[in-house]
Protein backbone atom coordinates (compact mmCIF):
# COMPACT_ATOMS: atom_id res chain seq x y z
CA UNK A 1 0.00 0.00 0.00
CA UNK A 2 1.46 3.19 -0.72
CA UNK A 3 1.60 6.21 1.59
CA UNK A 4 -1.62 8.27 1.53
CA UNK A 5 -1.18 12.32 -0.40
CA UNK A 6 -3.11 14.82 1.07
CA UNK A 7 -3.85 18.14 -0.62
CA UNK A 8 -5.74 20.90 0.40
CA UNK A 9 -8.25 22.42 -2.12
CA UNK A 10 -8.97 26.16 -1.84
CA UNK A 11 -11.74 26.38 -4.30
CA UNK A 12 -14.23 23.69 -6.03
CA UNK A 13 -12.15 24.06 -9.09
CA UNK A 14 -8.88 22.61 -6.96
CA UNK A 15 -11.88 19.93 -6.33
CA UNK A 16 -12.65 19.37 -9.75
CA UNK A 17 -8.82 19.17 -11.06
CA UNK A 18 -7.64 17.02 -8.33
CA UNK A 19 -10.22 14.67 -9.85
CA UNK A 20 -8.89 14.84 -13.33
CA UNK A 21 -5.86 14.24 -12.05
CA UNK A 22 -7.21 10.73 -9.93
CA UNK A 23 -9.17 9.56 -13.36
CA UNK A 24 -5.63 9.45 -15.48
CA UNK A 25 -5.15 6.00 -12.53
CA UNK A 26 -8.73 4.78 -13.11
CA UNK A 27 -9.46 2.14 -15.42
CA UNK A 28 -12.97 0.16 -15.91
CA UNK A 29 -12.89 -2.27 -12.83
CA UNK A 30 -11.72 0.32 -10.39
CA UNK A 31 -13.82 1.69 -6.74
CA UNK A 32 -13.33 5.34 -5.24
CA UNK A 33 -15.05 5.30 -2.07
CA UNK A 34 -15.75 8.66 -1.17
CA UNK A 35 -16.13 9.60 2.07
CA UNK A 36 -16.73 12.97 4.28
CA UNK A 37 -18.78 15.48 6.09
CA UNK A 38 -21.80 17.07 4.14
CA UNK A 39 -20.41 20.13 1.83
CA UNK A 40 -16.95 18.55 1.83
CA UNK A 41 -16.65 18.23 -1.65
CA UNK A 42 -17.47 14.51 -3.04
CA UNK A 43 -19.60 15.59 -5.89
CA UNK A 44 -17.41 18.29 -7.38
CA UNK A 45 -14.53 15.01 -6.83
CA UNK A 46 -16.94 12.99 -8.71
CA UNK A 47 -17.72 16.05 -11.45
CA UNK A 48 -13.49 16.28 -11.90
CA UNK A 49 -13.19 12.64 -12.09
CA UNK A 50 -16.12 12.05 -14.81
CA UNK A 51 -14.63 15.24 -16.86
CA UNK A 52 -11.14 13.28 -16.26
CA UNK A 53 -12.53 9.99 -17.68
CA UNK A 54 -14.67 11.71 -21.04
CA UNK A 55 -18.10 10.76 -19.83
CA UNK A 56 -20.88 12.02 -21.23
CA UNK A 57 -23.64 14.02 -19.35
CA UNK A 58 -24.33 16.51 -16.55
CA UNK A 59 -22.56 15.28 -13.21
CA UNK A 60 -24.99 15.96 -9.98
CA UNK A 61 -25.55 14.22 -6.73
CA UNK A 62 -27.63 10.76 -7.41
CA UNK A 63 -28.96 11.41 -4.22
CA UNK A 64 -32.94 10.38 -4.97
CA UNK A 65 -31.99 8.10 -7.28
CA UNK A 66 -28.87 6.20 -5.35
CA UNK A 67 -27.22 5.41 -8.94
CA UNK A 68 -26.55 6.67 -12.34
CA UNK A 69 -24.33 6.19 -14.99
CA UNK A 70 -22.77 8.30 -17.71
CA UNK A 71 -21.94 6.55 -21.13
CA UNK A 72 -18.07 6.49 -22.10
CA UNK A 73 -16.61 9.23 -23.99
CA UNK A 74 -13.31 10.40 -25.33
CA UNK A 75 -10.54 9.86 -23.01
CA UNK A 76 -6.86 10.91 -23.89
CA UNK A 77 -4.66 8.78 -23.41
CA UNK A 78 -6.86 5.62 -22.23
CA UNK A 79 -9.52 3.44 -23.87
CA UNK A 80 -13.08 5.20 -23.07
CA UNK A 81 -14.64 3.73 -19.79
CA UNK A 82 -18.10 4.40 -18.19
CA UNK A 83 -19.10 5.80 -14.66
CA UNK A 84 -21.26 4.79 -12.19
CA UNK A 85 -21.88 7.37 -9.56
CA UNK A 86 -23.69 6.08 -6.32
CA UNK A 87 -24.52 8.03 -3.33
CA UNK A 88 -24.71 5.39 -0.95
CA UNK A 89 -26.08 7.54 2.39
CA UNK A 90 -30.15 6.54 2.02
CA UNK A 91 -28.67 3.03 1.64
CA UNK A 92 -27.51 3.72 5.39
CA UNK A 93 -25.48 0.35 5.47
CA UNK A 94 -28.27 -2.17 3.92
CA UNK A 95 -26.31 -4.68 2.17
CA UNK A 96 -29.53 -5.66 0.72
CA UNK A 97 -30.25 -2.56 -1.29
CA UNK A 98 -26.49 -2.31 -2.26
CA UNK A 99 -26.71 -6.17 -3.67
CA UNK A 100 -30.07 -4.51 -5.86
CA UNK A 101 -27.70 -2.19 -6.99
CA UNK A 102 -25.72 -5.12 -8.54
CA UNK A 103 -22.35 -2.61 -8.55
CA UNK A 104 -20.53 -5.73 -8.68
CA UNK A 105 -21.59 -6.38 -12.42
CA UNK A 106 -20.51 -2.37 -13.15
CA UNK A 107 -17.05 -2.78 -11.57
CA UNK A 108 -16.24 -5.33 -14.34
CA UNK A 109 -16.49 -2.22 -16.93
CA UNK A 110 -16.90 0.78 -15.43
CA UNK A 111 -15.54 2.88 -12.85
CA UNK A 112 -17.86 3.10 -9.66
CA UNK A 113 -17.61 5.93 -7.66
CA UNK A 114 -19.37 6.32 -3.92
CA UNK A 115 -20.05 8.94 -2.34
CA UNK A 116 -20.68 7.98 1.76
CA UNK A 117 -19.41 4.64 0.33
CA UNK A 118 -16.84 4.21 3.64
CA UNK A 119 -17.72 0.77 5.24
CA UNK A 120 -20.57 -0.19 2.72
CA UNK A 121 -18.82 -1.04 -0.59
CA UNK A 122 -15.10 -1.85 0.18
CA UNK A 123 -16.37 -5.65 -0.02
CA UNK A 124 -17.23 -5.18 -3.78
CA UNK A 125 -13.57 -5.17 -5.04
CA UNK A 126 -9.92 -6.33 -3.97
CA UNK A 127 -8.67 -2.56 -3.88
CA UNK A 128 -9.80 0.57 -4.28
CA UNK A 129 -9.28 4.26 -3.91
CA UNK A 130 -10.06 5.75 -0.59
CA UNK A 131 -10.96 9.71 -0.68
CA UNK A 132 -11.17 11.31 2.34
CA UNK A 133 -12.27 15.08 2.10
CA UNK A 134 -12.82 17.54 4.96
CA UNK A 135 -13.62 20.93 5.03
CA UNK A 136 -12.48 23.88 6.73
CA UNK A 137 -15.57 25.53 9.52
CA UNK A 138 -16.96 28.48 8.17
CA UNK A 139 -14.13 28.27 5.05
CA UNK A 140 -14.66 26.90 1.33
CA UNK A 141 -10.93 25.28 1.75
CA UNK A 142 -11.11 21.89 1.80
CA UNK A 143 -8.89 19.05 1.81
CA UNK A 144 -8.31 15.89 0.42
CA UNK A 145 -6.14 12.46 1.32
CA UNK A 146 -6.44 9.22 -0.81
CA UNK A 147 -5.12 6.30 -0.87
CA UNK A 148 -5.27 3.11 -2.85
CA UNK A 149 -6.10 0.15 -0.28
CA UNK A 150 -5.79 -3.51 -1.05
Known sequence: MAEPRQRLLPTVADTEA???ELATELRAG??????GPLGAGKT????????GLGVQGRVSSPTFIIAR???AGRRAGADPVPLVHVDAYRLGGNLDELD???LDTELNHAVVVVE???GVVEQLAT???????????DSEVRTAIWEWVD
Do not use: K, N
Open 44 to 51: ALTRGIAA
Open 127 to 137: RHLRVLLSREP
Open 100 to 102: ALD
Open 18 to 20: LGR
Open 116 to 118: WGR
Open 30 to 35: DLVVLD
Open 69 to 71: QHR
